[in-house]
């Protein structure tokens, strides 16, 4: 009895994929009945098409078209040359005043007191590095309330080339 079944099911997936019909599972052999088609067009009448849900209305957003991937930003060279700096009185004096292979050198020094989130930072000067000038006045006004002793840093940076981190000097 198990086989007549199988057997018969069998026979209805198979109808059922190449002609669109319907079959029982009595166990009788039964031989499918095709789809009914359309005299005019002969076209097979569409199967188990399911019902719409209820979506919204599309809207008018664009369709994103195939825009490159943005580039990955590659890290910077370092420069091939050292510079330190030396801060004495009201001004910093670098090691260098050659800055042409550099484009758009930009300098910042500041006075950092404390560590971690309560550190304090005062920048003393933040502007453009000139060819040929290796020495830049200080705004130290903005010190007279520290108290405490500090860290100075000084940075250089370029559209070019990796920030460097000068080592500074006392005078």
Do not use: Q
């Not at 994929?17 to 789809?35: I, Y």
Request: glycine residues 4%.
């Amino acid at each position: 009895m198990r086989k007549k079944i199988l057997v018969a099911t069998l026979a209805c997936v198979c109808a059922l994929a190449l002609a669109g019909c319907s079959c029982s599972t009595s166990g009788k052999d039964e031989t499918p009945t095709p789809a009914p088609t359309s005299a005019a067009t002969n076209t097979p009448k569409p199967t188990n098409t399911p019902a719409p849900t209820n979506t919204p209305a599309p809207t008018n957003t664009p369709v994103p078209t195939n825009t490159p991937a943005p580039a990955v930003p590659t890290a910077k060279p370092d420069a091939d040359t050292y510079i330190g700096a030396t801060i004495k009185d009201d001004t910093v004096i670098l090691t260098t005043n050659n800055f042409s292979k550099f484009n758009n050198p930009a300098l910042k020094v500041t006075y950092t007191v404390g560590t971690g989130k309560d550190a304090k930072t005062c920048t003393l000067f933040d502007g453009p590095l000139t060819n040929g000038k290796s020495k830049y006045l200080l705004a130290k006004d903005v010190l007279k309330d520290v108290t405490e002793l500090g860290s100075y840093s000084v940075v250089i940076t370029s559209d070019n080339y990796a920030d460097i981190v000068t080592d500074v000097n006392l005078k």
